[in-house]
């Protein structure tokens, strides 16, 4: 099975600061058809988790452009440019390039 | 908007059976994905099984064999069957849509206890 880490596990936030969550995965995410499934999600408290970013970039509509995703292979990386109230909550990464899909453990966002 | 409303969660014992469903609001679910993912109180999130439009499906090594997922696309309905649960199956269980896990319900809580 693909494990994927994320780090840190916890991030305390400045609102209107940045922040960023490294995501590795334990093999490459690069699928035969040559695409990259890996995806983040956010998961706010009391909440269902929501989909932020799918295929390693790929913003949802409705989310706000201060939310990017990047990387590739095994090195993934979610920023958030400026950081709001309304942003604490869980974020995971997930792997569906492989059976089984896998999750990320959380990295969890709150405010100082 | 897409909605999925999951049911059919509940207390039950060691050993024992629930079947999950989840009825879901898109006139095009028989072409869609949908997938169950579970939580357990205060931990992350586990992906458990997906199925196809066409019903071939897939499940976690931790439920294969107890757990089935299936489809009926004329009542918009995805079910799954849980049996021989076991206390670590304890969670809530999410029905969720598409190969990149689009849309979320809000979830059915089914807790294994004696």
Redesign the interface.
């Known amino acids: 099975d693909i494990v994927m880490t994320q780090s840190p596990l916890s991030l305390p936030v400045t609102l209107g600061q940045p922040a960023s969550i490294s995501c590795r995965s334990s093999q490459s995410l690069v699928h035969s058809d040559g695409n990259t499934y890996l995806n983040w999600f956010q998961q706010r408290p009391g909440q269902s988790p929501r989909r932020l970013i799918y295929k390693v970039s790929n913003r949802d509509s409705g989310v706000p452009d201060r939310f990017s995703g990047g990387g590739s292979g095994t090195n993934f990386t979610l920023k958030i440019s400026r950081v709001e109230a309304e942003d604490v909550g869980i974020y995971y990464c997930m792997q569906n390039t492989r059976w089984p899909f896998t999750f990320g453990p959380g990295t969890k966002v709150d405010v100082k | 908007q897409v909605q999925l409303v999951e049911s059919g969660g509940g207390v039950v014992q060691p050993g024992g059976s629930l079947r999950l469903s989840c009825e879901v609001s898109l006139f095009t679910f028989s072409r869609y994905v949908m997938q169950w993912?579970r939580q357990a109180p205060g931990k992350?999130?586990?992906?458990v099984a997906?199925i196809r439009n066409d019903g071939s499906n897939?499940h976690?090594?931790s439920v294969k064999g107890r757990f089935t997922i299936s489809r009926d696309n004329s009542k918009n309905t995805l079910y799954l069957q849980m049996n021989s649960l076991r206390a670590e199956d304890t969670a809530m269980y999410?029905c969720v849509s598409g190969?990149?896990?689009?849309y979320?319900?809000?979830?059915t809580m089914v807790t294994v206890s004696s």
């Open positions: 993912v992350g999130l586990e992906w997906f897939e976690a090594d999410y190969y990149y896990f689009d979320w319900g809000q979830g």
